[in-house]
Nanobody, 121 residues
């Protein structure tokens, strides 16, 4: 069974940058990133299709975050720039059941362990 192992994250000041990595992606599946802040539901952040040519972003992170993938390394990345305190959350990578980039959690069948991102003001 595929496992997704996340790395990256940590504490950064507002305006700073972080990069998250997710090892274990498969080139036949779309991948996505979600996040969950304390007391809030898990929300979609970004998704990428199997080839990397199609991406989708939540409005709250568009133009600040970039999702990418390296299929040779079975890794998906989330580059986060211009971070804000409201970006503070546990971030999860996930694998879809299809080739596409999708926002819907029910389309994802495998999830990473989660990694904490904290942005101080």
């Amino acid at each position: 069974q595929v496992q997704l192992v996340q790395s990256g994250g940590g504490l950064v000041q507002a305006g700073g940058s972080l990069r998250l990595s997710c090892l274990g992606s498969e080139r036949t599946n779309g991948m996505g990133w979600f996040r969950q802040a304390p007391g809030k539901e898990r929300e979609f952040v970004a998704a990428i299709n199997w080839s990397g040519r199609n991406t989708d972003y939540a409005d709250s992170v568009k133009d600040r975050f970039t999702i990418s993938r390296d299929n040779a390394k079975n890794t998906v990345y989330l580059q986060m720039n211009s971070l804000k305190p409201e970006d503070t959350a546990v971030y999860y990578c996930a694998k879809t059941r299809t080739l596409s980039a999708t926002r819907e959690p029910y389309n994802y069948d495998t999830w990473g362990q989660g990694t904490q991102v904290t942005v101080s003001s």
